[in-house]
């Protein structure tokens, strides 16, 4: 176990979580309607980062072990892991392997609802 790398995701997910309940916090006063604008926000630019961040990581070996596990699976797991999601899937999508993609894209989806469901309904 690499204690170094656990401290460095330790502190970017606690950031990371801190970011994303002050954005949501900041849209539920901008909007007032039924719809989750604060998380929809924190997912769409949590996809966003996570893209840049690889995106700047593959084209100019920027990030070091210790950046990436900070920035990525620290900062943005902390944030949305549905920045991780969106990244496998694309990545998936990217090698050609579009069976793996549909089945990790819906399986993720319909299955994390019914869980979701699921565990609401245990509780009841």
């Not at 549909?102 to 699921?118: K, N, Q, R, W």
Request: proline content about 1%; some cysteine.
């Amino acid at each position: 176990m690499n204690v170094k790398a656990i401290l460095i995701i330790w502190i970017g997910g606690g950031l990371g979580s801190v970011f994303r309940y002050l954005v949501q916090l900041g849209m539920s006063k901008l909007v007032t309607v039924t719809f989750p604008a604060g998380t929809f926000l924190v997912n769409i630019t949590g996809c966003f980062v996570i893209g840049l961040l690889y995106g700047l990581a593959d084209k100019y070996a920027a990030l070091t072990t210790e950046w990436r596990l900070f920035l990525v699976t620290g900062l943005c797991g902390g944030y949305t892991t549905f920045s991780s999601f969106s990244y496998e899937g694309v990545s998936l999508f990217r090698q050609g392997n579009y069976t793996y993609f549909i089945l990790y894209v819906a399986l993720s989806v319909i299955i994390g609802l019914f869980s979701t469901l699921g565990g609401i309904n245990i509780v009841k």
